[in-house]
């Protein structure tokens, strides 16, 4: 399919259809840019393999304020994101506002949890601290040696799967040029980016490109070096049961278990996800016994009854990580070509916020206020500072 057609000078070709990617395609074109995207596979990395938590309390962070305020932003931004997808597409996206709860399964894990209930305090974050018994009055299948909770009802989640298919029809249904194929980019030397040079050799001239290939980003044919910050993988294994018709489980779960931690997230269609393992061995993919078994091991202590559920799939995913695991979100050091990338451990939940501030910088020629302070220069700019300061 060829990107070609009226308003020279208005065209944006997307490297990269995840979540993101999708989400600001059809942004773009909502706003009546010419819009291509490039991708093999979409929706085959990250935003298939995660558990979809829309969690900027509970994922709360010391030393991540900056990027907590982000992450509040997208999660009050998604109940219209939702309705307007819904709306557009005719498809379900899978919101579910249940809320979360967090347990501490022994006394250590108590005082962390305990801890972190302070530090939501001091942030102005809305959450309950609950004894081990009320937490099972809410989850009555919680194992006995549950210690004490946390509610955080306005950490809600999302089927990521139902949210990627319902992007990926409001995309083409907005006029995206899809093409099923790997990319890199189309420059002029180093100069500027001209769009994209697909592997049949088809190019797809564009004003300007974003990039947003995920964990790939840094690896893309054509990117001259030091354009971008490194965005490296970073491996996820994730575990999905079945669950029975009367569910083991009625909202997401966040639990430490001896200084660990696992999460169950219910879906309303019967599924239960199970996560995340954490280890960065490049682009390894591969699932391994011990992963498997640390993440049934803790979710069993936590909620015993899974273990009679039937294990469905088991799966890895490559989360992309920045050199501060922020998102990078504007310009980059190639003129013309846009960072949509480094999500990390928040692809999801900062999906509309990033198709927003990318469609404002494509349609307007700034990134909101909001966003400026991800923009990938910053990384530059520290290391200027530093310089200055001599402490290199």
Not at 142 to 147: E, I, K, M, Y
Not at 218 to 239: F, H, K
Not at 364 to 383: C, K, N, Q, V, W
Request: proline share 7%.
């Amino acid at each position: 399919m060829s990107c070609t057609g009226p308003r020279p000078g208005r065209e944006v070709a997307v490297l990269g259809g995840g979540l993101i990617g999708l989400a600001v395609a059809w942004r773009a074109a909502s706003r009546g840019l010419r819009v291509c995207l490039a991708d093999p596979d979409p929706g085959s990395g990250a935003s298939s393999a995660a558990a979809g938590m829309l969690a900027p309390v509970t994922e709360a962070h010391y030393g991540e304020e900056r990027l907590l305020a982000l992450n509040l932003r997208s999660a009050a931004a998604y109940p219209e994101f939702v309705r307007e997808l819904e709306n557009f597409t005719n498809m379900p996206a899978g919101f579910d506002t249940r809320g979360t709860l967090a347990v501490a399964f022994d006394r250590d894990d108590q005082a962390v949890l305990a801890e972190t209930a302070r530090f939501h305090a001091r942030l102005g974050l809305d959450s309950d601290r609950l004894t081990g018994r009320e937490a099972r009055r809410l989850e009555p299948l919680l194992a006995p040696g549950v210690q004490a909770g946390l509610l955080v009802r306005g950490d809600h989640q999302i089927d990521n799967r139902m949210l990627h298919a319902a992007l990926l029809a409001a995309a083409e249904k907005a006029g995206v040029c899809l093409h099923r194929a790997r990319a890199g980019l189309l420059t002029d030397g180093t100069e500027r980016v001209r769009g994209l040079l697909l592997e049949s050799g088809e190019r797809l001239p564009a004003e300007h490109v974003v990039l947003a290939a995920g964990c790939w980003s840094s690896e893309i044919e054509g990117l001259p070096p030091g354009v971008l910050p490194r965005i490296r993988p970073v491996r996820g294994q994730i575990l999905r049961l079945a669950m029975p018709a009367v569910p083991v489980l009625t909202r997401t779960l966040r639990a430490l278990v001896r200084g660990r931690s696992v999460y169950l997230v219910p879906r309303a269609h019967g599924e239960l996800v199970v996560g995340a393992t954490s280890d960065e061995l490049g682009f390894d993919t591969g699932v391994t016994a011990g992963g498997v078994y640390e993440l049934l091991r803790e979710a069993h202590d936590v909620l015993p009854g899974i273990s009679e559920l039937p294990l469905v799939e088991a799966r890895t995913g490559l989360r992309p990580g920045s050199p501060d695991n922020a998102p990078l979100l504007g310009h980059t050091a190639l003129p013309g070509l846009i960072a949509a990338t480094g999500h990390y451990r928040n692809g999801v939940l900062l999906t509309p916020v990033t198709a927003d501030a990318v469609a404002d910088l494509l349609t307007e020629g700034a990134l909101p206020e909001y966003a400026a302070p991800f923009s990938p220069d910053r990384f530059a700019a520290a290391d200027r500072l530093a310089a200055s300061t001599g402490e290199f």
